[in-house]
C-alpha cells in the first residue's frame, strides 16, 4: 500500500526566503508526482509533474525534484511571497501492481509567508 | 469551458437526509473519480469508473453509490447522511494510461 508523506505539516517564513517543503513514499513504482497548491476553501492547483524518468520540474520560482529510488521529493520555492502561503499537496500516481491506478496524497504542508 | 465540473458547490443538510453530487467532464475522458477531502484536509480516493465500470472502490460505506450514465458523467449518491460525511469532495477525470487527473472545483457538504 502506498503512504504519502509530508514534513512539515506546517511552515511560517518571512518574505524573502528560500524554503524547501519535503515529500516522501513508501512504494518507489510510480508513474508520476505531482504538486499541488490549494488555497483556503478552494479547489486543486497542478503546480508541478514530474514523470517517473526525470529527476527535476521548475516553473518560475518553483522547482521540484524527484528520487524515485529513495522515494524522496522536494519543492523549492525561490523568494518566498505572502501570495504564496496556501497548503502545499504532493502526490503520486500508483498503480501498485494492479490494472488501474489512482493518485495518492500526502496530507499536505501548511504554508505561511509573512511580510 | 470548466473542464470537469461538480454541482452544487455548497451543499448544507440535515442528518439522515438523501442528497446528490453531480461531476461531468467535457475533456473526452474515459476515467473519472471521485476524491473526499476531511477536515484534516487529507484527500483520499473513494471511487473510479471507467467507461461506466467501477474499477477503484476503497471501502467506502455502501451509503455512498456512484453512478455513471455516461462516461463524461459520474455522479455521487449518499444516503442517510452522517456528520462524518461533512467534507469536500472533488471529481477529477484522466485518460487511463496517461496518468494525469484533472480535479474540478470541489463541492463542500455540510451535514447538520
Known amino acids: 500500500k502506498q503512504e504519502v508523506t509530508q514534513i512539515p505539516a506546517a511552515l511560517s517564513v518571512p518574505e524573502g526566503e528560500n524554503l524547501v517543503l519535503n515529500c516522501s513514499f513508501t512504494d518507489s513504482a510510480i508513474y508520476n508526482l505531482q504538486w499541488f497548491r490549494q488555497d483556503p476553501g478552494k479547489g486543486l492547483t497542478s503546480l508541478l509533474l514530474i514523470q517517473s524518468s526525470q529527476r527535476e520540474q521548475t516553473s518560475g520560482r518553483l522547482n521540484a525534484s524527484l528520487d524515485k529510488s529513495s522515494g524522496r521529493s522536494t519543492l523549492y520555492i525561490a523568494a518566498s511571497q505572502p501570495g504564496d502561503s496556501a497548503t502545499y499537496l504532493c502526490?503520486?500516481?500508483?498503480?501498485?501492481?494492479?490494472?488501474?491506478?489512482?493518485?495518492?496524497f500526502g496530507q499536505g504542508t501548511i504554508l505561511t509567508v509573512h511580510p | 469551458d470548466t473542464a470537469v465540473s461538480q454541482t452544487p458547490k455548497y451543499l448544507v443538510t440535515q442528518m439522515g437526509n438523501d442528497k446528490s453530487i453531480k461531476c461531468e467532464q467535457n475533456l473526452g475522458h474515459d476515467t473519472m473519480y471521485w476524491y473526499k477531502q476531511d477536515s484534516k484536509k487529507f484527500l483520499k480516493i473513494m471511487f473510479s469508473y471507467n467507461n461506466k465500470e467501477l474499477i477503484i472502490n476503497e471501502t467506502v460505506p455502501n451509503r455512498f453509490s456512484p453512478k455513471s450514465p455516461d462516461k463524461a458523467h459520474l455522479n455521487l449518491h449518499i444516503n442517510s447522511l452522517e456528520l462524518g460525511d461533512s467534507a469536500v469532495y472533488f471529481c477529477?477525470?484522466?485518460?487511463?494510461?496517461?496518468?494525469?487527473?484533472?480535479f474540478g472545483a470541489g463541492s463542500r457538504l455540510t451535514v447538520l
Open positions: 477529477a477525470s484522466s485518460q487511463l494510461g496517461a496518468n494525469v487527473l484533472t
Open positions: 502526490a503520486v500516481y500508483y498503480a501498485g501492481g494492479t490494472s488501474y491506478g489512482k493518485l495518492t
